[in-house]
């Protein structure tokens, strides 16, 4: 029994559509932990009182504003609940735009590129709002909708979305951008650090010396900036990377000496506490899915 509601809360953590389109609007106080997910995921903010912190930076949304939020990014909102929060939030499932990459045109450039840039912001120009109004308006009235040829039609409209706004992300300028967004640069030369060498050794002594900073002053600046612990921070990123390493098939024992973890044991509670499953059960489960998900395309 446990096994299997294991499996339900991986496969609720698992995008096993094409997308998915939520529109939502709350006047109360919402209050969400640090998180991510393995999917990608694009907010559009309409209105409302809402900081959004990704990695480690803090963007001020404004109406239209769009936030790409990369599979494994840490996030989390900060809302006010003085006035009304809407959104739409739309769960992008990768493979699903790989089948429709061509050469030249990566659907998923967007994500690849925010990522890269560490900016996840993109700020609408007073022209191009009015088309994504009317664009998003037809999507989610075909999602809605049951009619002859409307799962069609949902996902025809949806890459229409997808090669529309990698357009306007390509055209960004960088400084432009960067206006919009509030970070602490050290914290954020931290976070590329742990993310780059989560093989090594990242105590918090470490890397309070490499970067010239109390150990004390580090941890206390870098839950402020990121709503994590340094420890649990590491720990998560740890075991991202080595679920994506997993469902590529790579040993588990070298996947957990690859992600910086010393002992094997210890590894496998900690991916078992995070993900509800052995990291064998994970792979077999993921495995399992994303057959189901490629075989559902191909019929």
């Not at 990566?106 to 120009?125: A, Q, V, Y």
């Not at 070298?254 to 993900?275: I, M, Q």
Request: charged fraction near 25%.
């Amino acid at each position: 029994m446990e096994k299997e509601e294991a499996i339900l809360k991986v496969k609720r953590g698992y995008l096993n559509g094409d997308f998915q389109y939520f529109h939502l609007a709350d006047r109360k106080s919402l209050e969400f932990e640090s998180h991510y997910h393995e999917f990608n995921k694009i907010i559009i903010f309409i209105s409302g009182d809402v900081t959004y912190l990704i990695e480690g930076k803090a963007y001020k949304l404004k109406p239209w504003d769009l936030l790409f939020v990369g599979s494994n990014d840490v996030h989390r909102p900060i809302i006010s609940a003085d006035e009304p929060y809407e959104r739409i939030i739309i769960w992008v499932n990768s493979r699903f735009l790989e089948l429709h990459n061509v050469e030249g045109s990566n659907l998923l450039t967007c994500f690849s590129f925010s990522s890269r840039k560490k900016i996840n912001l993109l700020t609408l120009m007073p022209e191009n709002v009015n088309s994504i109004k009317a664009t998003l308006a037809s999507l989610e009235e075909a999602v809605n909708d049951n009619s002859f040829g409307s799962a069609i039609l949902k996902n025809s409209l949806f890459l229409q979305f997808i090669v529309y706004i990698n357009r306007l992300y390509l055209a960004v300028k960088t400084n432009k951008e960067e206006s919009d967004v509030e970070y602490d640069k050290r914290i954020s030369s931290i976070l590329e650090y742990i993310n780059k060498n989560l093989g090594d050794d990242l105590s918090v002594e470490n890397i309070a010396s490499k970067f010239y900073m109390s150990k004390y002053y580090l941890m206390h600046k870098f839950k402020t900036q990121t709503g994590y612990t340094l420890h649990n921070y590491i720990q998560q990123k740890r075991l991202m990377l080595s679920a994506s390493l997993i469902k590529k098939g790579k040993q588990i024992t070298e996947v957990s000496l690859e992600c910086g973890f010393k002992d094997y044991s210890s590894f496998v509670r900690a991916f078992k506490k995070t993900f509800d499953l052995s990291p064998k059960q994970y792979y077999k489960t993921m495995l399992e899915m994303e057959n189901s998900y490629d075989m559902k395309k191909h019929r």
